[in-house]
């Protein structure tokens, strides 16, 4: 059975910083595809960053060289370094990984994000 963690969300102030982390366990994590997405509440999901099982790494505009994403097969975890972050980058972040080819996403339950004064 896979499942998907995510932690590292809170609150934190404008221009600081946070790193989430994403834990997946039941599945061969080298080979899957993972990222990281956000959705505000009445809106839609929408990507923030991808990292590719060969470590090619894929960005919204709206990140604008503020976040980074990694990953460390060894500990079956992506994570996502966030810098100088603004009140709109507050969401629930959420984790995606997905097999290769036609293969099932898998989704974790998500983690608050909130970024405010």
């Known amino acids: 059975q896979v499942q998907v963690v995510e932690s590292g969300g809170g609150l934190v102030q404008p221009g600081g910083s946070l790193k989430l982390s994403c834990t997946a366990s039941g599945i061969r994590f080298s080979i899957v595809g993972t990222g990281w997405y956000r959705q505000v509440s009445g809106k839609q999901r929408e990507l923030v960053a991808t990292v590719s099982s060969r470590n090619s790494t894929n960005y919204a505009d709206f990140v604008n060289g503020r976040f980074a994403i990694s990953r460390d097969n060894a500990k079956n975890t992506v994570y996502l370094q966030m810098n100088n972050l603004k009140p709109d980058d507050t969401a629930v972040y959420y984790c995606?990984?997905?097999?290769?080819?036609?293969?099932?996403?898998?989704w974790g339950q998500g983690t608050q994000v909130t970024v405010s004064s």
């Open positions: 995606k990984i997905s097999l290769p080819g036609i293969g099932p996403n898998y």
